[in-house]
């Protein structure tokens, strides 16, 4: 099995992670997060909710709002749990370290959830289908799964970047190797980041084949008010990937 990659403690990594967030402006805060929401059920409120990457707890914090019962969250990063702990004053946030590719070691691994969600996380998980297994084993039945991972036409080449004309001109945006899953070694904030790269096929039936029923599919663009130049090119090509899932209720 392939190490589990722990990039976001890396000092360079966080504080640039760290600055980006904060600023309010990067993609995750104009379009996935957005995105993430819409898929939501209509209610929160009284739902227990699982955060798989949780980060800072952005999310957490925002699913009390809305009235949620708990949220129980998980990241790899010390760091990361570090922060949102100083950030979340509320009994019903609980914080933990672990890994998607290990629940079973996880305070959680006995709970069932009526809602489990992964921001920007699956996409650093080697073995997509059998951390679906342990997800969907965590998902009451009726309960949803909903996540996000950058766009496969995004992780299909590893150096991430627009083809530029001689002026830097953003051309077009290359994608090859499409159909060759697995590791791309790239950089963000520093070198040796790894993504699996998969295709929308089996991300799509890696879910129909855990036993859940596919809800909706997104490719989000930016929203209205998000309205300066830089975000043009992101109607071009998408830059993620959202998918909700329901798990199926017995019939008897």
Known sequence: MPSIQNIYDDPTFHEGYRSLRESGTGL??????????SLLPKSLTGLDILDLGCGFGDFARYARQQQAAS??????SAKMLAAAQQMTDDTAIVFAKGTIENLAATPFANSQFDLIVSSLALHYVADYR??????????????????????????????????????????????????????????WFVDGVIKYHRTTESYVNGL???????????????????????????????????LAAQKPRPRW
């Not at 949220?71 to 790899?76: E, G, H, N, R």
């Open 28 to 37: 995750n805060d104009v379009l996935e997060q957005p995105a993430l929401r």
């Open 130 to 187: 059998a951390a679906l297994s342990d997800i969907t084993a965590r998902l009451k039945p009726g309960g949803r799964l909903l996540f996000s991972v950058e766009h496969p036409i995004c992780t299909a080449l590893a150096a991430q970047k627009w083809h530029q004309d001689e002026a830097g001109n953003d051309l077009f945006w290359p994608v090859d190797n499409y159909r060759d899953e697995g590791p791309r070694h790239t950089r």
């Open 71 to 76: 949220v129980s969250c998980m990241d790899i």
């Open 208 to 242: 129909l084949d855990a036993g859940l029923q596919i809800i909706r599919l997104l490719e989000p663009e930016p929203q209205k008010e998000a309205t300066d130049a830089k975000w043009n090119n992101h109607r071009r090509r998408p830059p993620f990937l959202l």
